[in-house]
């Protein structure tokens, strides 16, 4: 038996110790069985949890709600997701493997009263069933037990996720109904600012007073649309009393609805936040209530240069001593700078990387001295770009503004803006940036599989390894 073959038998039989090791027994013919009648899913209109976690969920004509069973009146809203899986979950339960009947074993599985998570679920004419839920089995999913009942079983995962949470855990989440497409108005007010934006015509307009020279970013509007229709509580803020009254925002919405809400400030990666006409304070990530909290300054276009690329017919690029040029010859791109083209150049790259250029988009305004002073320094790049008509567009990269971003202008105006680092780099060696991209391996009987999201020279490198190995004789 030669080497590789001696290795599998090896392989197998640790895998077949495992499974052995681990497996539940399997209930048979005449064993105990699990206390537990199927039930259908429409017939449940309460499920209550008790234990580590609890909840009492009720079926109304107008939906679930959610309680703490002490509270039972201080009901609310449920999110529809939450309550569907635990009710297809318990439909759905099946139990066929029975664990051990020894009294003394309950506390170390979870299952006894103390520890468990005891599910009672009820119909019109009452109780349909209990059941109480421990630890995850070593069948990967949960050990289960029938109240009065000593016998154990393992259960599949789906009841005890679904049914492992608190009222917060059932909770709804979505705090606005309004869709971001029925918007038509926003006003966001803080303490020393307002913004307000409208959409007339399908495109987004600024309201608000901007400064000179300002542009205005209807994507940017649309975005802060988006933002407050997609607000969802991370939590619910036990203090009704937090203070919500950094920034107001409020929606408009075709219909004539109009939602406001008030947010704090952030604490723990958290902020309050309070709708009108309703009690509760909620608790939203920071990167939401950042996405709401917008002045004029954060809607201002960005972009540092505009152009068709389908129109483009010459570009050129350099960095330092280094320059290309691509010019666009009938319907096909050449280099014409330097003289030989690279190797490695692809023409079909280049209508790919105008595509990409077109949407470059500055990191903020900068009209402090020091940008001013960086953009006046020696360009350290540049890039410029004929269209058909023969009108140009340019970047030009300065100086440096800390260690992470340079000054920039485009010819969009002629303001100073800064930029990351890693835009200016992709131009310093202006050849690369039509480079033909590495070969994808063949798909066929030879090829070697599971490498296709690695990086060409990591995965080059496995696969000149792999099949070495591939290509050796058994020892």
């Not at 000593?150 to 679904?162: I, P």
Request: glycine fraction near 6%; charged fraction near 25%.
């Amino acid at each position: 038996m030669n080497k590789p073959t001696l290795i599998a038998v090896a392989v197998f039989a640790m895998l077949l110790a495992v499974v052995l090791a681990t497996r539940e027994t399997q209930v048979s013919e005449g064993m105990a069985t699990f206390r537990w009648k199927p039930i259908e899913r429409a017939a449940i209109t309460r499920l209550e949890l008790t234990g580590a976690n609890t909840a009492l969920l009720v079926k109304s004509p107008s939906g679930w709600t959610v309680a703490d069973p002490a509270k039972p009146a201080d009901a609310f809203a449920t999110d529809e997701a939450q309550v569907n899986a635990l009710l297809d979950a318990v439909a759905g339960l099946k139990v066929k493997t029975w664990v051990t009947s020894k009294k003394e074993r309950h506390a170390e599985l979870e299952v006894d009263e103390a520890k468990a998570a005891t599910l009672t679920v009820s119909g019109d004419q009452g109780v349909l069933g209990t059941v109480l839920i421990g630890k995850p089995s070593q069948s990967g999913g949960r050990y289960v037990r029938a109240p009065g009942q000593d016998d154990v079983f393992a259960a599949d995962g789906a009841l005890a996720y679904a049914a492992r949470k608190d009222v917060a855990g059932f909770r709804k989440r979505a705090l606005v109904s309004l869709k971001a497409e029925d918007l038509v108005g926003l006003e966001v007010k803080k303490k020393d600012q307002r913004v307000e934006v409208t959409l007339r015509d399908g495109a987004w307009t600024l309201e608000s007073p901007a400064p000179a020279k300002y542009r205005f970013d209807p994507q940017a509007a649309a975005q802060l649309a988006r933002a407050f229709a997609g607000l969802s509580a991370q939590d619910f803020a036990k203090d009704a009393a937090a203070d919500t009254s950094a920034t107001e925002v409020t929606a408009r919405a075709k219909d004539g609805a109009a939602v406001t809400v008030r947010l704090g400030v952030e604490s723990n990666g958290t902020v309050p936040l309070r709708l009108e006409n309703d009690a509760q304070v909620y608790l939203v990530p920071a990167y939401q209530a950042q996405q709401l909290s917008k002045t004029v300054e954060d809607l201002r276009d960005l972009r540092l240069w505009s152009y068709e690329a389908a129109k483009a017919k010459r570009l050129r690029v350099t960095a330092g001593t280094k320059a290309v040029t691509v010019e666009k010859r009938g319907e096909a791109w050449a280099v014409t700078e330097p003289k030989a083209a690279p190797a490695d150049f692809d023409p079909a790259q280049v209508p790919v990387v105008l595509a990409q250029l077109a949407g470059l988009r500055a990191t903020r305004l900068d009209e402090s001295p020091a940008a001013a002073k960086a953009c006046r320094a020696a360009a350290t790049a540049t890039v410029e770009l004929t269209l058909e008509d023969q009108s140009r567009r340019a970047l030009r990269f300065g100086g440096e503004l800390g260690p992470n971003e340079v000054c920039v202008q485009g010819s969009e105006d002629a303001l100073t803006y800064a930029a990351p680092r890693a835009m200016r780099a992709r131009f310093e060696d202006g050849a690369a940036l039509f480079k033909r991209p590495p070969p994808r391996p063949p798909m066929g009987s030879g090829a070697i599989q599971g490498l296709e999201q690695l990086p060409p020279d990591i995965r080059a490198k496995l696969e000149a390894q792999l099949r070495a190995q591939m290509q050796q004789p058994p020892q």
